[in-house]
């Protein structure tokens, strides 16, 4: 069965950001979309997102430290690993006529309370034998689904919700965390497969695609904006695409290639729920063998040192 730690290439002691920060860089790595030609890849991504779908999960973490669970979040086995001098369970007799399990000289009671359910697996029982281990495990909740879903680059930045069909044909449409971004992962409780004791949860992890023109700096979108050499010299409304629609945005005289012009509020929400900016760049589009500007900068030459402090 698979370690998750050695699954996300991390140690036993990592924290929840080490742990996060590790997936992240696995899921982009091995996305299938990035893989078409390595079916491995998306064998890899499952087990990779399994993994820190356990041990994201504080509660189901602690349990698989302790051995309660395997890898893939199912009960291990209480009985058959070995004699004591192997590491095994040992039992000894408890008051009462039942037995204390103990591994290692620690006492084990706590564990199997936890995988049967009852407060009398530290010690004997009303019914005796081995300390109520006759009421069998409780009944286990049916498996996660896990699925990947593609969001639009510009619904991720406004949180448009996003609709996802499950695999019982059902839709649900979901409302996106602010923060969100390529690895991000929702979980729908109860949306998983049947069990005897309920459903499993459905875990949906987050892709952003990519845009044509926009790119994402953090919390702000960036935007390479052309403007005419006329807007640039005289200064110019213009209108701006964003993530919102389009505004109009004030040029000004003497702009240069390269001048960086903001409008705020127009980025991603950020985790603490403030937006970020649209950072416009400018570039100046010189139209390439137009008589008309060859004829207005003839004779006429900029005399300013504009290199200097490139060394030159």
Known sequence: MADPYSTLGVARSASEAEIKSAYRKLAKELHPDRNKDNPKAAEKFSAVTSAYDLLSDKDKRARFDRGEIDGEGNPTAPFGFGGAGAGGFRGRPGQGGGFEFQEGGADFGDIFEGLFGGGAGRRGGAGGGFGGFGRGAPPQKGANVTYRLAVPFVDAATLAPQ??????????????????????????????????????????????KPHPFFNRDGDNVLLDLPITLDEAVQGAKVKVPTVDGPVMLGVPAGASSGKTLRLRGRGFTGRNGQRGDQLVTLLIDVPADDPAIKALVEGWRDSRAVRTHLGV
């Open 163 to 208: 609709r996802i069909t499950l695999q019982d044909g059902k839709t649900i449409d979901l409302k996106l965390p602010a923060g969100v971004e390529t690895g991000t992962q929702m979980r729908l409780s109860g949306k998983g497969q049947q069990g005897p004791g309920g459903a499993g949860d459905a875990i949906v992890t987050i892709e952003v």
